[in-house]
């Protein structure tokens, strides 16, 4: 679908020079000499590369629509990720790399979003936080919970991240899943 450069926003995913792209970043520029303009920080949807555009305010681009669907993780054999339909059943097979680093909050089970162009799997995202353990984490050092300092933990999938002086090994915590950060105690 056909839209005006001044309608580009935030998370639209356009079709621009035969790649799909989505729109990180916009700016309305008008300078003071010449016509207003649209500039536009986008990342491609398929490669990861990024993409800085203008466009004439008066420019159509093309807006391609998505289909999202739920999908349940099922397991990883190698470097693939297999997952399920929740209405259809049928399993689909994608490579890890469509998920990134984010693979490794991947539990049996979980429900993901798939994004389909075309029906053909152009992105995975994950819920925005799950609860895991920590498994290892440095003892608490007195004198030092006065401030808010962090310290390293690994948690049960193995992934690394900064919790706060009185966590302890065996707790269990909210973790961001797109930042790989530490969001609060579990309750």
Same mark, same amino acid.
């Given at each position: 679908?056909? /839209? $005006?450069?001044?309608? /580009?926003?935030?998370?639209? #995913?356009?079709?621009?020079?035969?790649?799909?792209?989505? *729109?990180?970043?916009? !700016?309305?520029?008008?300078?003071?000499?010449?016509?207003?303009? /649209?500039?536009?920080?986008?990342?491609?949807?398929?490669?990861? $590369? +990024?993409?800085?555009?203008?466009?004439? $305010?008066?420019?159509?681009?093309? +807006?391609?629509?998505?289909?999202?669907?739920?999908?349940?993780?099922?397991? !990883?054999?190698?470097?693939?990720?297999?997952?399920?339909?929740?209405?259809?059943?049928?399993? /689909? !097979?994608?490579?890890?790399?469509? *998920?990134?680093?984010?693979?490794?909050?991947?539990?049996?089970?979980?429900? #993901?979003?798939?994004?389909?162009?075309?029906?053909?799997?152009?992105?995975v995202t994950l819920p925005q936080t799950v609860i895991l353990e920590i498994v290892e984490a440095e003892p608490v050092v007195k004198g030092q919970?006065?401030?808010?300092?962090?310290?390293?933990? #690994?948690? $049960?999938?193995?992934? +690394?991240?900064? *919790?706060? !002086?009185?966590?302890?090994?065996?707790?269990?915590v909210v973790v961001d899943t797109t930042e790989a950060t530490y969001v609060e105690r579990a309750k």
């Amino acid at each position: 679908m056909k /839209i $005006s450069a001044n309608e /580009i926003r935030i998370g639209n #995913v356009l079709e621009h020079n035969n790649k799909l792209w989505i *729109v990180t970043k916009t !700016q309305h520029v008008q300078p003071g000499k010449g016509g207003a303009y /649209i500039q536009a920080e986008m990342k491609e949807l398929r490669g990861g $590369s +990024k993409l800085n555009e203008r466009f004439r $305010s008066a420019e159509a681009v093309e +807006k391609v629509f998505l289909d999202e669907k739920p999908f349940q993780y099922l397991y !990883q054999d190698g470097e693939y990720l297999y997952f399920m339909d929740q209405k259809t059943y049928e399993q /689909i !097979q994608l490579p890890i790399d469509l *998920v990134g680093d984010s693979s490794a909050f991947l539990s049996d089970g979980m429900v #993901v979003t798939i994004c389909l162009y075309e029906n053909e799997p152009i992105s995975v995202t994950l819920p925005q936080t799950v609860i895991l353990e920590i498994v290892e984490a440095e003892p608490v050092v007195k004198g030092q919970t006065a401030t808010s300092s962090y310290k390293p933990a #690994v948690l $049960s999938n193995g992934v +690394k991240i900064m *919790v706060p !002086q009185h966590i302890e090994a065996g707790t269990r915590v909210v973790v961001d899943t797109t930042e790989a950060t530490y969001v609060e105690r579990a309750k």
